[in-house]
């Protein structure tokens, strides 16, 4: 049986069906800004790619968790 997946990759599914681009185009985009910062990284995501704070976020803390 299968685990079901938790935490910030919870959200992928629905955000790649969504906004159209694979998780890891975003990782990518993450990676490639000058931000840093948590908040300055969702609030980018948002202004700028028009995603919600949840989907945001969870790409966020996935990317930093990884490291860059």
């Known amino acids: 049986m ?3 997946v938790k935490g910030p990759a919870s959200y ?3 955000i790649e069906k969504k906004y159209g ?3 890891a185009e975003w990782v990518d ?3 490639s800004s000058p ?3 948590h908040m300055q990284l969702v609030t980018w995501l948002k202004t700028e790619h ?3 704070h949840g989907h945001a976020n ?3 803390a996935h ?3 990884e490291g860059k």
């Open 2 to 4: 299968t685990e079901p």
């Open 12 to 14: 992928f599914p629905s």
């Open 21 to 23: 681009r694979p998780i």
């Open 29 to 31: 985009l993450i990676r």
């Open 35 to 37: 931000l840093t910062k």
């Open 50 to 52: 028009g995603l919600g």
């Open 58 to 60: 969870a790409l966020v």
């Open 63 to 65: 990317t930093l968790a």
